[in-house]
């Protein structure tokens, strides 16, 4: 491995950014008796790494390894009855535009998974009537399992905010960097006010939800808030007349440091192609 | 997998038939031509004319050098593979259906249908090896099944021929003496006429597609039943795949009813189920109007199909078709 060589050290070049004449040639080697063929082809990476390249091939005749001696006679015989003055517009043979394709009763591969569940120890069970496998992205109940969920590419990776750990010191004071603390709410408010005995019981760690796509209903809040902890509530707003959902909600968490942490990941999370925001609910004004 | 589509008959396709080597696929059609075609590329090699009536089988000979077609013009014509020129012509007095050629290509069975009082029956010829001393007599006449019989073939080591046909019945008659060696068991046995049947590459079973919807797998030589195919169109032509454990079934609804129905509900398709599971395992669609005949080509790689809609279609088979589970 040799380093890139800067620009400045180099001569000036019209080409300017292409090291190509710095590479050993291009060799090919073979086919041997057996037809394997060797390309060795050095380049530059993108770290600016000499890497060298090494490429296998089968070289085979396929044509001709399968048809027999009499066979590749017959195919010089010449033409005879209506195929000898063929016009050269008939098109007697054409090659479908169409792909077709070898098409299965059942999604390729599945028979083997099958096969594979059945020594699989969940899969027991959820044969046996408990339903384990609960697809998280679409919902459906013993179908399939999350990652191999069809509507996976749909949907909005949940698996995001749980996976790249947030610095745990902001989501513990829940002070996240932007978003509006209340003073009430501050890290060293938090402790005194808390757990004042003036809040009702439903506004316990009730973190409010908005922006929510009319779609939205409790069930799917749940899905989202599920993730950060044991939630002991789930609103979504309606409106009473029109029974259309208001946009907004509430979610309570039955520990105050899994709301903050919701509230860190998910404010100004996109989903279902609106952006939430997220925060702790206002007391209510009584 | 892209089909290559062949349009060289007029008519509705009849029968479909490789050469040992795979290279040349032949095929019948209600039109009078019987054509050859290269089986790689689908190139039209050549045309049989002579014939007067529609072409219901074909059988070429082991080396690739004769061709025996039967046809509805009552006659049954050898001829010459490479020129396409007639080497000998067997009339009879009813079209002639099925014909094969044995092991050895030394003699030939050709069937003829039940025609103005005449009833149906099965001609042994003794084929000569010089084509000048042919001789059109019969070395063996069998009669006895009522209706057309569909399909004759000669069983293994040639000492027995096996028939099926309207009747819905699978024969097995002795090539020596002439006599009806075996029928099918009634109750086992196909419901509705039998319009195709296939030996395996070994020739130690065979398969048989009828109307009554399914194909049913038979041994060569007992005639036990080994496996049933259930499908939902009646079946006009069956495959067996010599590679894999595959068996091929071709048809649809009948022909008269193909234009008040949808090309989708006609269920045109060659739908291919596993020869031990008997499990649909998957379907191959693109005809116009039903299957008529079915031909896998020897190596297995890729098989052809002739529909009503006059059309060959020879499939390649995709990488992924060798990738199917299979016990």
């Given at each position: 491995?040799?380093?890139?060589?800067?620009?400045?050290?180099?001569?000036?070049?019209?080409?300017?950014?292409?090291?190509?004449?710095?590479?050993p040639?291009?060799q090919?080697?073979?086919?041997?008796?057996?037809?394997?063929k060797?390309?060795?082809?050095?380049?530059?990476n993108?770290?600016?790494?000499?890497?060298?390249?090494?490429t296998?091939?089968?070289?085979?005749?396929?044509?001709?390894?399968?048809l027999?001696k009499?066979?590749?006679?017959?195919?010089?015989?010449?033409?005879?009855?209506?195929?000898?003055?063929e016009?050269?517009?008939?098109?007697?043979?054409?090659?479908?535009?169409?792909?077709?394709?070898?098409?299965?009763?059942?999604?390729?591969g599945?028979k083997?998974?099958d096969a594979?569940?059945?020594?699989?120890?969940?899969a027991?069970?959820?044969?046996?009537?408990?339903?384990l496998?609960?697809?998280?992205?679409?919902?459906?109940?013993?179908d399939?399992w999350?990652?191999?969920?069809?509507?996976?590419?749909?949907?909005?990776?949940?698996e995001?905010?749980?996976e790249?750990?947030?610095?745990?010191d902001?989501?513990?004071?829940?002070?996240?960097?932007?978003?509006?603390?209340?003073?009430?709410?501050?890290?060293?408010?938090?402790?005194?006010?808390?757990?004042?005995?003036?809040?009702?019981?439903?506004?316990?760690?009730?973190?409010?939800?908005?922006?929510l796509?009319?779609?939205?209903?409790?069930?799917?809040?749940?899905?989202?808030?599920?993730?950060f902890?044991?939630?002991?509530?789930?609103?979504?707003?309606?409106?009473?007349?029109?029974?259309m959902?208001?946009g907004?909600?509430?979610?309570?968490?039955?520990?105050?440091?899994e709301?903050?942490?919701?509230?860190?990941?998910?404010?100004?999370?996109?989903y279902?192609?609106?952006?939430?925001?997220?925060?702790?609910?206002?007391?209510?004004?009584n | 997998?892209?089909?290559i589509?062949?349009k060289?008959?007029?008519?509705?396709?009849?029968?479909l038939?490789y050469?040992?080597?795979?290279?040349?696929?032949?095929?019948?059609?209600k039109?009078?031509?019987?054509?050859?075609?290269?089986?790689?590329?689908?190139?039209?090699?050549?045309?049989?004319?002579?014939h007067?009536?529609a072409v219901?089988?074909?059988?070429?000979?082991?080396?690739?050098?004769?061709?025996?077609?039967?046809?509805a013009d009552?006659?049954?014509?050898?001829?010459?593979?490479?020129?396409?020129?007639?080497?000998?012509?067997?009339?009879?007095?009813?079209?002639?259906?099925?014909?094969?050629?044995?092991?050895?290509?030394k003699?030939?069975?050709?069937?003829?249908?039940?025609?103005?009082?005449?009833?149906s029956?099965?001609?042994?010829?003794?084929?000569?090896?010089?084509?000048?001393?042919?001789?059109g007599?019969?070395?063996?006449?069998?009669?006895g099944?009522?209706?057309?019989?569909?399909?004759?073939?000669?069983g293994?080591?040639?000492?027995?021929?096996?028939?099926?046909?309207e009747?819905?019945?699978?024969?097995?008659?002795?090539?020596e003496?002439?006599k009806l060696?075996?029928?099918?068991?009634?109750?086992?046995g196909?419901?509705?006429?039998?319009?195709?049947?296939?030996?395996?590459?070994?020739?130690?079973?065979?398969?048989?597609?009828?109307?009554?919807?399914?194909?049913?797998?038979?041994?060569?030589?007992?005639?036990?039943?080994?496996?049933?195919?259930?499908?939902?169109?009646?079946?006009?032509?069956?495959?067996?795949?010599?590679?894999?454990?595959?068996?091929?079934?071709?048809?649809?609804?009948?022909?008269?009813?193909?234009?008040?129905?949808?090309?989708?509900?006609?269920?045109?398709?060659?739908?291919?189920?596993?020869?031990?599971?008997?499990?649909?395992?998957?379907g191959?669609?693109g005809?116009?109007?039903?299957?008529?005949?079915?031909?896998?080509?020897?190596?297995?790689?890729?098989?052809?199909?002739?529909?009503?809609?006059?059309y060959?279609?020879?499939?390649?088979f995709?990488?992924?078709?060798?990738k199917?589970?299979?016990?």
């Amino acid at each position: 491995m040799t380093q890139k060589p800067r620009w400045g050290e180099l001569e000036e070049e019209d080409d300017g950014g292409d090291y190509d004449y710095l590479l050993p040639p291009k060799q090919v080697i073979g086919p041997d008796e057996h037809g394997l063929k060797k390309i060795i082809e050095y380049k530059f990476n993108d770290e600016g790494n000499r890497v060298k390249i090494t490429t296998t091939t089968r070289v085979r005749k396929l044509a001709n390894a399968r048809l027999s001696k009499r066979a590749v006679e017959r195919r010089s015989w010449p033409k005879f009855g209506d195929a000898v003055q063929e016009d050269v517009g008939a098109r007697l043979t054409m090659v479908s535009t169409e792909e077709i394709i070898f098409e299965r009763p059942r999604a390729p591969g599945t028979k083997a998974e099958d096969a594979n569940a059945s020594g699989d120890p969940l899969a027991q069970m959820s044969k046996g009537g408990a339903v384990l496998m609960v697809c998280r992205t679409c919902g459906k109940k013993g179908d399939h399992w999350t990652s191999k969920c069809p509507y996976k590419d749909l949907a909005q990776p949940t698996e995001t905010f749980s996976e790249n750990p947030n610095p745990s010191d902001s989501s513990a004071t829940g002070a996240t960097k932007g978003a509006y603390v209340p003073p009430t709410m501050r890290a060293g408010a938090v402790r005194t006010t808390a757990g004042a005995d003036m809040r009702r019981r439903n506004d316990e760690n009730s973190v409010r939800v908005n922006n929510l796509s009319e779609d939205t209903r409790e069930p799917d809040l749940l899905e989202l808030f599920r993730p950060f902890g044991n939630v002991s509530r789930v609103y979504v707003a309606m409106d009473q007349k029109t029974g259309m959902s208001r946009g907004f909600g509430f979610v309570n968490f039955v520990r105050r440091e899994e709301g903050e942490r919701a509230i860190a990941k998910l404010n100004g999370y996109g989903y279902d192609n609106l952006i939430l925001s997220v925060e702790w609910a206002a007391p209510r004004a009584n | 997998m892209r089909p290559i589509l062949m349009k060289g008959h007029e008519r509705p396709l009849t029968f479909l038939k490789y050469n040992r080597d795979g290279d040349l696929l032949f095929s019948c059609a209600k039109d009078h031509t019987p054509t050859v075609w290269f089986a790689d590329n689908g190139e039209r090699l050549g045309t049989y004319r002579g014939h007067n009536g529609a072409v219901w089988c074909c059988d070429v000979s082991r080396d690739s050098t004769r061709l025996i077609t039967g046809s509805a013009d009552q006659s049954a014509k050898l001829w010459d593979v490479q020129t396409g020129t007639q080497l000998f012509t067997f009339n009879f007095d009813s079209p002639a259906r099925a014909v094969d050629f044995s092991v050895g290509d030394k003699l030939a069975v050709i069937t003829t249908d039940p025609f103005m009082g005449l009833t149906s029956a099965i001609h042994v010829k003794r084929i000569a090896s010089d084509p000048a001393d042919q001789v059109g007599e019969s070395v063996l006449v069998l009669k006895g099944p009522q209706g057309r019989i569909n399909r004759a073939v000669w069983g293994p080591l040639n000492k027995t021929i096996i028939s099926a046909g309207e009747d819905a019945v699978v024969r097995i008659w002795d090539t020596e003496t002439g006599k009806l060696l075996q029928e099918n068991d009634k109750d086992i046995g196909h419901k509705k006429t039998i319009t195709s049947l296939a030996k395996s590459t070994d020739g130690s079973h065979f398969l048989t597609g009828s109307l009554d919807k399914s194909a049913k797998l038979w041994d060569s030589r007992s005639l036990t039943l080994i496996k049933t195919y259930v499908t939902e169109r009646p079946v006009n032509a069956v495959a067996m795949s010599p590679l894999l454990n595959h068996v091929v079934l071709g048809g649809g609804q009948d022909a008269s009813a193909v234009t008040t129905t949808d090309h989708r509900a006609g269920k045109f398709e060659a739908k291919f189920y596993d020869k031990v599971l008997q499990e649909e395992i998957g379907g191959v669609k693109g005809h116009f109007g039903p299957i008529n005949a079915l031909a896998f080509n020897p190596d297995g790689k890729s098989f052809s199909s002739g529909g009503e809609d006059g059309y060959v279609r020879l499939h390649h088979f995709d990488p992924d078709y060798f990738k199917i589970p299979s016990i």
